[in-house]
């Protein structure tokens, strides 16, 4: 059950990148992390309300910051990056999510790390330095920086995943997404407020499909996600849950590809280098 879920997530999240690039096509980034995570949390509210007896009181607190740097923070960051970096290329940059886990969970929550895990740490970094400054000159001067706010999310997806493992057992996975999503959603929505979304949406036709594409990935990477990825870490450990980033780069490749998006050699050697480094932490004993 666990590898079944695991497929089905890398599937899932791997699709997000395009339906982000879709939706950014008539939305801000800001307008469309604060969709996502409105129309997510809307997606679980029933479920929200009939957890709110769930968490122990001192819970609310993780909840909360499993919200923060688990959902809304990451929902506008990888939006940002994807206005100038392509939706693969964002996709590869997430498998970085399995080597912060492991560092934040040796630092804050005295998880083993191993001399080869150290080294999966190297290369992981050295195959992120190789695919952000690969490319064309033009592409170096002004898109590659942008794949430093996907990996300033994946930081951020660590941090949660340990929260998750370690402070909020005993909470059942839809209820833990729900209330987590219940948390910042009120954020997203009173932000969402701010911009120009509605008036996009009563003036601009295709600003109505572009919204189906964020609702898919609200609803299914963010909401849906959130819900099995909550059980998969559950039911195994915080590293065997994050080698989704084995596939979903894949995923998110093919995608791109598909769309339209050039991908340079060089851009494959840096993919490769990081799912090595990858692989060593998750194998490394």
């Not at 609310?60 to 206005?83: D, H, Q, R």
């Not at 050295?126 to 002004?142: D, H, K, M, R």
């Amino acid at each position: 059950m666990a590898w079944v879920i695991l497929a089905g997530l890398s599937l899932i999240w791997g699709t997000s990148f395009i339906l982000i690039k879709k939706g950014l096509a008539v939305f801000s980034s800001d307008e469309l992390g604060a969709l996502r995570i409105t129309i997510a949390t809307l997606a679980l509210l029933p479920f929200a309300l009939k957890g709110l007896k769930a968490p122990a009181p001192g819970q609310w607190k993780f909840l909360l910051l499993s919200g923060l740097i688990g959902n809304l923070i990451p929902a506008f960051l990888f939006a940002y990056a994807e206005t100038q970096l392509a939706s693969g290329l964002a996709g590869v940059l997430n498998s970085l999510t399995a080597l912060f886990t492991l560092i934040i969970g040796a630092i804050f929550f005295q998880q083993k790390i191993t001399l080869l895990r150290v080294l999966g740490i190297l290369i992981g970094i050295a195959g992120t330095a190789v695919l952000i400054f690969s490319g064309s000159a033009q592409e170096n001067s002004s898109n590659s920086f942008y794949g430093l706010y996907v990996v300033l999310a994946t930081i951020l997806y660590g941090g949660s995943l340990n929260v998750i493992k370690h402070c909020l057992a005993g909470i059942k996975p839809l209820t833990m997404a729900s209330l987590a999503l219940l948390t910042v959603g009120p954020l997203a929505f009173a932000y969402l407020c701010t911009t120009s979304a509605f008036d996009k949406l009563a003036t601009q036709p295709a600003a109505w499909e572009a919204l189906g594409y964020i609702t898919l990935l609200a609803v299914f990477s963010t909401a849906i996600g959130l819900v099995f990825y909550n059980k998969l870490i559950h039911m195994t450990n915080t590293l065997f849950a994050s080698t989704s980033t084995y596939l979903m780069p894949i995923v998110a490749l093919i995608w791109g590809v598909a769309d339209g998006e050039t991908i340079h050699l060089m851009h494959y050697a840096g993919m490769a280098i990081i799912l090595g480094g990858v692989l060593l932490v998750n194998r490394a004993k």
